[in-house]
């Protein structure tokens, strides 16, 4: 377990300017599934490393526990409820910002040089985000749990079943 100052210091490098620019022209190079919601990007998503195969699934390198991949969320996330990854996760804010919501309806403002871990049973939302879209690195390890999930009344709701039961239109929340 790596402790809260080292991901603190690694933040604080990403988010350099100079440093952020690099990353995000190097990830720019390596797109992934972009996620479109009402005909709109909520999300663009790029490989950075150790990439998974889009038929199988599988990671570049099943021997190494961390994928890396940058992020520009475009949108708030839509749905009424906080959802939860099926993965353990960090992220890092490169660029811009996004308001995000915590389970016990905590607000954090993510700004360039925060980091934050994501992950299994950990429910959140993002709020807001600002006009431009905010960068992020955002580092998993392995698949593990039941997959995503919505939390609905105290109870985790599995996506398929949650979608199943929404009006809206959605698109694919894959990793």
């Given at each position: 377990?790596?402790?809260s ?32 919601k ?8 790029y ?30 996330d ?13 992220t890092?804010?490169?660029r811009?910002?996004y ?21 299994v ?8 985000v ?10 998993t390890?392995?698949?593990?749990g039941?997959?995503w ?7 985790h709701?599995?996506?398929?079943e ?14």
């Amino acid at each position: 377990m790596i402790p809260s100052f080292a991901w603190n210091a690694l933040a604080h490098f990403a988010s350099r300017p100079a440093v952020a620019r690099w990353l995000i022209r190097r990830a720019m190079r390596t797109p992934y599934r972009h996620i479109i919601k009402n005909g709109e990007c909520y999300m663009e998503r790029y490989w950075l490393f150790n990439p998974y195969d889009n038929e199988t699934r599988v990671a570049r390198w099943p021997w190494c526990p961390v994928s890396v991949r940058l992020h520009v969320i475009r949108q708030p996330d839509e749905d009424q409820h906080l959802h939860d990854h099926p993965w353990d996760a960090r992220t890092i804010i490169l660029r811009g910002w996004y308001l995000e919501e915590r389970h016990g309806h905590h607000l954090a403002s993510r700004q360039p040089g925060d980091t934050a871990e994501i992950g299994v049973r950990r429910y959140h939302r993002i709020n807001e985000v600002c006009q431009d879209g905010a960068v992020t690195l955002f580092l998993t390890g392995r698949e593990r749990g039941d997959g995503w999930g919505y939390l609905v009344d105290g109870r985790h709701v599995p996506r398929a079943e949650y979608l199943a039961h929404q009006s809206t239109s959605h698109a694919e929340l894959t990793s």
